[in-house]
């Protein structure tokens, strides 16, 4: 995946979450799979196949508007860094497409319009690279700068109806993490992991 320097806008957003991501995806290896993450009621090997889903999903969402089916959270791992580096680029290219962040898209939770589900797909890609590289022993002090500005912006868009129990909900309660802490660290914090 090609490098670009930060910019919030537009698919640069998306692209950043994706090499931070795909930088931990490498750091991986099989014996890490069964590991326990900060996502309670997953294994590295889930949080790799929601991740790729993710990606897939979301990539499928800013092509058409609309997705049938949710991912396939059962597809297997596989050579899981070469296909989420090829899904990636696919996902930053949709979000790039002329329109794409004024098109209305149809998510589960409603319709919204793509400026606001790039921020979804980058905050979930992101937070659940945090997720890996805490599970895998590598550091989750990952692109300051990004996770302070995923930080900021999902502060103003996630509802406290979404936090809850784990497999319940799709975010934990706020954890308290000190302001010295890395921005990454902070923003898991805030979608309810323990740095």
């Known amino acids: 995946m090609v490098e670009v320097s930060f910019d919030p806008v537009g698919a640069r957003i998306v692209q950043r979450a994706c090499s931070s991501t795909q930088a931990v995806l490498a750091g991986i290896s099989e014996t890490d799979l069964d590991r326990p993450t900060p996502c309670a009621s997953w294994a590295v090997s889930e949080v790799i196949k929601h ?32 296909t989420f580096g090829l899904t ?11 329109g794409a962040l004024d098109k209305i898209l149809k998510m589960p939770i409603g319709d919204l319009p793509g400026s606001v589900c790039i921020w979804i797909a980058s905050g979930d890609i992101f937070a659940h690279g945090w ?38 909900a799709p975010f934990g309660p706020k954890v308290d993490v000190p302001s010295s802490a890395p921005a990454a660290d902070r923003l898991a914090g805030y979608l309810g992991r323990t740095p």
């Open 51 to 82: 991740v790729l889903g993710s990606a897939a999903y979301f990539a499928d969402l800013a092509e058409s508007g609309v997705v049938a089916d949710e991912a396939d959270e059962d597809a297997g791992v596989g050579d899981f860094n070469d």
């Open 88 to 98: 990636a680029t696919r996902l930053v290219a949709a979000f790039d497409a002329p």
């Open 131 to 168: 997720d890996l590289a805490k599970a895998t022993g590598q550091s989750t002090d990952l692109d300051p700068d990004l996770a302070e500005t995923i930080l900021r912006r999902l502060n103003t868009m996630l509802p406290d109806s979404m936090r809850g129990p784990d497999g319940k």
